[in-house]
């Protein structure tokens, strides 16, 4: 048995987000039914975490196991030539027989963006949150900042069906930060891992902050205040999945 590992970009506008749900389009359920033409037998398939409903991936990682001997060079033309266009396998490797695309990731890269100008396009509409309300995006930057660090994300987290088991919601953020490019706004966030809804509940905050009405995130990063405010998912991308590149990959084939 083989263990593939396969970097993904997809647009997730259509799809209820990457865990397999039924009777509901999802990138998971699409890979695995085309990896089952391809094997013949059902083909479970683990990625590095579960973007939401219409959340979009520059590069998620994903790894599954196969008897099939194609080639991986074969392989990731087969899955293209069987996915829908809005998904795209970018590279399969062969990798470690142990490999986790989840549990063995060390940084989680994200990305939102906010769209400034007055009039959104409709060829951009599916990939950005228009905003083209007064901001003081000064104060974006700063707070933006603040939430580097190990901190309880409690107060940025949505409701998860996991919560019953008590499991710590303190993260690590290895670098949080806003910058204007062009008509765009963009957050990006790289941290040890992700709660539920996290990212877009603190761009929601951010904008808060810029529209005045939230002076400091003292009070949230102690968990005091519920989650939220919760911007939309259509501008929210995976940027990258890292992994200890000491770690090494299986021999190819």
Not at 78 to 84: E, G, I, Q, W
Not at 205 to 231: F, Q
């Amino acid at each position: 048995m083989r263990r593939i590992r396969i970097t993904l970009s997809y647009d997730g506008t259509d799809y209820n987000g990457w865990q397999v749900q039924p009777d509901l389009p999802t990138i998971q359920g699409a890979i695995e039914s085309i990896l089952a033409e391809i094997e013949s037998a059902e083909v479970k398939v683990e990625g590095s975490g579960r973007t939401d409903a219409g959340v979009h991936a520059l590069a998620q990682v994903a790894a599954f196991s196969l008897n099939n001997p194609i080639p991986t060079r074969n392989l990731e033309k087969a899955m293209n030539r069987l996915l829908p266009r809005d998904i795209r396998i970018l590279s399969a490797e062969e990798a470690a027989e142990n490999f986790h695309p989840r549990f063995d990731a060390t940084a989680k890269t994200y990305e939102y963006r906010i769209l400034r100008a007055p009039i959104c396009s409709p060829f951009e509409r599916r990939y950005v949150h228009h905003h083209p309300y007064p901001l003081d995006e000064s104060r974006i930057f700063e707070l933006a900042k603040t939430l580097e660090g190990e901190h309880d994300f409690t107060a940025f987290a949505a409701a998860d069906d996991t919560d019953a088991l008590g499991r710590s919601k303190v993260r690590r953020i290895f670098s949080s930060t806003a910058s204007r490019q062009g008509d765009h706004l963009i957050y990006q966030v790289r941290g040890s891992g992700f709660l539920k809804h996290m990212v877009r509940n603190i761009v929601g905050v951010l904008l808060e902050a810029g529209k005045g009405n939230i002076a400091n995130l003292e009070s949230r990063l102690k968990g005091a205040i519920p989650p939220g405010p919760t911007v939309p998912a259509r501008g929210l991308f995976l940027v990258s999945v890292e992994y200890d590149p000491r770690k090494p990959p299986a021999a190819p084939r």
